[in-house]
């Protein structure tokens, strides 16, 4: 086996790349960078500009299957110019990987698995999705997944299996949200936005990592969510974090509409309530490491959680 991914220097691409390497899988990636181009016998970089639907198509060569996790990330301040940012980057990504493989012969690839989001999850704090819901959030994020999966479903035609991994709170220490709450907390400035009821279907890197293998390794066709078995509530996370480094929660609640004043539209992000299944996957026989928001803490935390035990 042989993978091309877009967004392979991202957080969660980075974590692909090392269990791929682990096991002998070689890499190609696509970078907008040409300085950051690296040349080694597994980990192959090429150039491209989506923007401009321009490609390297020696990228494709010996590849057999395709990982997509090109986009801007959502957790910048949502301006008028980053929004489309946020859509183009993901929408162009898909068009220009449509337009190279309908240049080249696909028949060696066998699977395309693309990230989503479970922003596309209509908010609600008494609804566990599963794949089959069909509702798209009324918000700015609600119609960029949904644009983004229209796009990824255009490439059918091709003939190799196509997937898609709606992603949930990714944990890790390396980026994304988890260094943001923690850190206040860490610091006696942690608290709980809004009630606290809102659901946070959140998923351990390594465990998101390993659902974009067992896809292409498995062929798998259609939605996947990419969250672990157990979503907790944002006061639930809060709490547990608060447990981990032994300190108190001293601060009031904080509602809506402070965090809009500061963030603006983006603040949407911290209050939207997704309680989100991962049944489907788990029945196709994937295995989670991480099932649970305490052995998940405990490998970001263990020093912390073995000192807070003392």
């Not at 809004?194 to 351990?204: D, E, I, L």
Request: glycine letters at 8%; aromatic letters at 10%; hydrophobic letters at 40%.
């Amino acid at each position: 086996m042989k993978l091309l991914i877009t967004g392979a220097t991202g957080l969660v691409g980075r974590a692909i790349v090392e269990i791929s390497n682990k096991h002998g899988i070689a890499v190609n990636y696509l970078t907008t960078r040409r300085d950051k181009i690296i040349s080694n016998e597994n980990f192959q970089g090429f150039y491209w500009n989506p923007s401009r639907n321009e490609i390297d198509l020696a990228c494709f060569e010996g590849v057999t299957a395709i990982i997509n996790l090109a986009g801007a990330s959502i957790s910048e301040r949502w301006t008028a110019d980053y929004k489309n940012e946020m859509l183009y980057s993901r929408i162009n990504s898909l068009k220009t990987l449509n337009y190279a493989l309908g240049k080249i012969d696909t028949t060696g690839i066998t699977s395309f698995v693309s990230a989503s989001a479970i922003g596309i999850y209509p908010s609600s704090q008494d609804h566990l999705y599963t794949e089959e819901d069909q509702g798209v959030d009324d918000s700015f994020l609600g119609e960029v997944v949904q644009k983004w999966e229209n796009e990824i479903d255009a490439l059918s035609h091709f003939g190799f299996s196509v997937a898609k991994v709606r992603i949930g709170l990714v944990l890790s220490k390396d980026g994304g949200a988890l260094p943001k709450i923690a850190k206040p907390i860490k610091s006696y400035m942690g608290t709980v936005f809004g009630n606290g009821k809102q659901w946070q279907s959140w998923v351990h890197i390594n465990d998101l990592a390993k659902i974009f293998l067992f896809i292409v390794e498995n062929q798998l066709e259609g939605v996947y969510n990419g969250v672990a078995p157990n979503p907790i509530t944002h006061k639930k996370m809060v709490h547990e974090l608060a447990k981990v480094f032994n300190v108190p929660l001293l601060l009031p609640h904080i509602p809506q509409l402070t965090m809009k004043l500061v963030l603006g539209e983006m603040s949407y992000l911290l209050y939207a309530s997704q309680r989100v299944s991962s049944k489907k996957i788990a029945e196709e026989g994937f295995v989670f490491d991480y099932p649970n928001i305490g052995n998940a803490l405990e490998f970001f935390y263990n020093g912390e959680l073995k000192h807070s035990m003392g």
